[in-house]
DNA sequence: ACGCCCTCCTGTTGGC
DNA sequence: TGCCAACAGGAGGGCG
């Protein structure tokens, strides 16, 4: 999936689109996602006023004038565009948000993992956002913080980063690349760092995050962004889906193997 | 609480 | 060429 930098790329384009913009109409043509959209919500959201387009973790979240929100996942394939409302549909195009400027949001996703949720009240207060661990760019996210959540833990330290109650944000992509960054192992137990390297991981997190935010994510196969435009971080990864290619440090061969049922990269001459 | 495994779904790729 | 297994950016849920 698009991970924390495709969202944010994708929450920044949509955002001076849809903010500000009335809803006229939202067209569900597939509810079947990861969780069954409410046949009740496009109902609930017609004629709203869209107040602010947020985001939290990786979901986007579009605050309604009616004090309701509206909370997009984008899954593991999905991606949100800008369109005028008549562009002809294609194949797993599930929903259009039709905007008042004649525009659209039209939400695509192959594989059907994203989510749809109409939140009344208060986002933080819900079951899918209730438990998140901070953001990456929250002050709350740093050193100490990371420090006690890796001790006492066995799990391999690429895993806990991917961990939601952890730190949120972190998928796949951007986990081995930290890791590469911070020059540690992917299976080393979270419970067996040092503290200089918990706090090397810290600032490669963000490093990593920050700088994919910048270039439009990184685009493997389905993401593009608002405007339909790939994102450009894919060049300056190091080793993710490198396998067998020079580590671009230190040339030796970037490795690969499954953890956890995800793939992972790392170079054995750059990470301890 | 923790760690491991499975699941949802479609599309693409690589081996035989 | 066809067939089939493996794998792909997520992450909730169930199990021991």
């Known amino acids: 999936m ?12 949509v955002e001076p689109h849809v903010v500000g913009r009335r ?4 067209a569900l043509h597939e509810p079947r996602l990861r969780w069954p959209v409410d046949r009740a919500l496009p109902g609930r959201v017609a004629g709203a006023r869209v107040t602010r387009a947020g985001r939290r973790a990786k979901y986007l979240l579009f605050e309604l004038d009616s004090g309701a929100t509206l909370m997009l996942h984008l899954g593991m394939s999905g991606s949100l565009r800008v369109l005028p409302a008549d562009t002809p549909r294609r194949l797993h195009d599930h929903l259009d948000l039709v905007l008042d400027s004649g525009q659209a949001l039209r939400f695509n996703d ?3 993992f994203g989510s749809l949720h109409f939140l009344d009240g208060d986002p933080a207060a ?7 661990a901070p953001e990456p760019f929250d002050p709350a996210f740093d050193a ?3 420090w006690r959540a890796t001790r006492g833990r066995r799990v391999a330290i690429k895993q806990l980063v991917m961990n939601s109650h952890v730190v949120v944000g972190v998928g796949n ?9 911070a020059r540690i192992r992917p299976r080393r137990q979270a419970r067996g760092l040092k503290r200089d390297e918990v706090a090397r991981l810290v600032e490669s997190i963000r490093e990593v995050l920050a700088m994919a935010v910048e270039v439009g994510g990184t685009t493997l196969r389905d993401y593009v962004g608002a405007d339909g435009n790939p994102g450009y971080f894919r ?12 580590c671009r440090v230190c040339a030796q061969p970037v490795r690969h193997f499954v953890q ?5 990269y790392w170079c054995a001459g750059c990470q301890r």
């Open 2 to 13: 698009p991970e924390l930098p495709e969202v944010e790329t994708t929450r920044r384009g």
């Open 23 to 26: 809803i006229v109409e939202l």
């Open 110 to 112: 192959p594989r059907r």
């Open 126 to 132: 819900h079951p899918l956002l209730a438990k998140l």
């Open 144 to 146: 100490d913080y990371l």
């Open 173 to 181: 992509i951007y986990a081995s690349e930290a890791l590469f960054r």
């Open 235 to 246: 060049q300056k990864l190091y080793v993710y889906e490198r396998p067998g290619e020079p």
């Open 260 to 264: 956890g049922q995800r793939s992972t």
